[in-house]
């Protein structure tokens, strides 16, 4: 069974660019979530993907968007990358309807550096 | 809004004694709860999550909570702390199993020092 994995691990981008993030979900799980933890901060819930749609969104503004594809596997872009986009950026995987064991497996994160 | 508060941004124990990890939650419906822990440079590893049923809820590597509704509380602890303990441990509530948004304290660092 292979594990939540993201790529890439790390990334340094400038003001203003854009940004794609990726995510591989855990084997048999339908559901991915995106969290953004700046330093010194607990993870803040971006939104979430099942079934290729987006099923929740926290409070963050319509330059970050998603995707996710029939294998599961999904994207996090940002747009017009500001300072305080500067994070660890964490994707989870889950399996929608498993009852009170849909656990959320977390990957390892990537780590964004806005300049 | 379901919020989570974790009491000190830093706890140091000395290995062999009690680890104690403070959270109140603030929830308007009957609350899911878990405790994460984070290595350097790796994701979240859940420790454990109280649902429904039994308040005491016991977790991997010899921690465990108890939710006591009355204190709005889920306060991570375990016996006898060891060196490999160290890391960031954050609390979380969920309105629900289903959507499973998560909202994280913001973290609370265990040193352990020999």
């Known amino acids: 069974e292979t594990g939540v994995t993201q790529s890439p691990t790390h990334l340094i981008k400038t003001r203003g660019q854009q940004v794609t993030l990726r995510c591989s979900s855990q084997s048999g799980h339908n559901t991915v979530s995106w969290y953004q933890q700046a330093l010194g901060q607990g993870p803040q819930f971006i939104f979430q993907?099942?079934?290729?749609?987006?099923?929740g969104r926290g409070n963050f503004p319509p330059r970050f968007s998603g995707l996710q594809f029939p294998n599961y596997s999904s994207e996090l872009n940002v747009n017009a990358l500001e300072l305080d986009d500067s994070a660890l950026y964490l994707c989870?995987?889950?399996?929608?309807?498993?009852?009170?064991?849909?656990?959320?497996?977390f990957g390892p994160g990537t780590r964004l550096t806005v300049l | 809004a379901q919020s989570v508060t974790q009491l000190g941004s830093h706890v140091s124990v000395s290995e062999g004694a009690l680890v104690l990890l403070r959270c109140n939650y603030s929830?308007?419906?009957?609350?899911?709860l878990f405790w994460y822990v984070q290595y350097p440079n790796q994701g979240l590893q859940l420790l454990l999550k109280y649902t429904t049923g039994a308040t005491l809820v016991k977790g991997i590597n010899g921690f465990e909570a108890e939710f006591k509704k009355s204190e709005t509380s889920f306060h991570l602890t375990k016996p006898s702390a060891h060196m490999s303990d160290a890391a960031e441990y954050f609390c979380?509530?969920?309105?629900?199993?289903?959507?499973?948004?998560?909202?994280f304290g913001t973290g609370t660092r265990l040193l352990v020092s020999p």
């Open positions: 929830s308007s419906v009957p609350p899911y």
């Open positions: 979380a509530v969920s309105r629900d199993t289903g959507f499973q948004k998560l909202v």
């Open positions: 993907y099942y079934r290729e749609e987006e099923n």
């Open positions: 989870a995987s889950s399996l929608q309807g498993g009852g009170t064991n849909n656990e959320q497996f």
